[in-house]
Antibody
Framework: EVQLVESGGGLVQPGGSLRLSCAAS????????MNWVRQAPGKGLEWVSY????????YYADSVKGRFTISRDNAKNSLYLQMNSLRAEDTAVYYC????????????????WGKGTTVTVSS | EIVMTQSPATLSVSPGERATLSCRAS??????LAWYQQKPGQAPRLLIY???TRATGIPARFSGSGSGTEFTLTISSLQSEDFAVYYC??????????FGQGTKVEIK
């Protein structure tokens, strides 16, 4: 069974740091690009970051650029999100999501999601 | 950045009835559009990709249509398990990948 399990969330003070992890199983992790997507309480979905299978291509949303760092360890089947200089507006459930390339179009979309981990930034 | 706009914000439908959800892109995204379903306390689930292709295991009562800037998700006969929030998302021109604000389908 394809599975993504996030961990590392918690309560952190403004300006603090946190590192999220996503453990993948049931598929060849090293062959897939991955994403982080977040959802603030009662709000919609916001894409946060993307990393290609080899880590050669990385993208960030403007809202987190310069503060968050995405990385992966293919030997450990794991995805990470290092979050620094956290703000109250970073409070959200953070999901990791697998990228799937549509064979016909060549474009990729997010097909499998984890259950998420909650990050609360508050003093 | 491509802005995705969904309508209506809330749709009240009786079980067994048809539900039609709309999604509009601020510029063409070709057919590179996905629909997700999210139930309270759960992760989003992929329903449709390529604007009209059902993901694995998705019932035939879910169908997607459209291309360019106008898209529709139709649920032909609402079941109790279909009451949820639905999001559209474009993957044609990114970063950033952008979502609509969601349509909540509630029981009438």
């Amino acid at each position: 069974e394809v599975q993504l399990v996030e961990s590392g969330g918690g309560l952190v003070q403004p300006g603090g740091s946190l590192r999220l992890s996503c453990a993948a199983s049931g598929f060849t992790f090293s062959s897939y690009s991955m994403n982080w997507v977040r959802q603030a309480p009662g709000k919609g979905l916001e894409w946060v970051s993307y990393i290609s299978s080899s880590s050669s291509t990385i993208y960030y949303a403007d809202s987190v650029k310069g503060r968050f760092t995405i990385s992966r360890d293919n030997a450990k089947n794991s995805l990470y999100l290092q979050m620094n200089s956290l703000r109250a507006e970073d409070t959200a459930v953070y999901y990791c999501a697998r990228d799937h390339v549509d064979f016909w179009s060549g474009y990729s979309f997010m097909d499998v999601w984890g259950k998420g981990t909650t990050v609360t930034v508050s003093s | 950045e491509i802005v995705m706009t969904q309508s209506p914000a809330t749709l009240s439908v009786s079980p067994g009835e048809r539900a039609t959800l709309s999604c509009r892109a601020s510029q063409s995204v070709s057919s590179n559009l996905a629909w997700y379903q999210q139930k309270p306390g759960q992760a989003p689930r992929l329903l449709i990709y390529g604007a009209s292709t059902r993901a694995t295991g998705i019932p035939a009562r879910f169908s997607g249509s459209g291309s360019g800037t106008e898209f529709t998700l139709t649920i032909s006969s609402l079941q109790s398990e279909d009451f949820a929030v639905y999001y559209c998302q474009q993957y044609n021109n990114w970063p950033p990948r952008t979502f609509g604000q969601g349509t909540k389908v509630e029981i009438k």
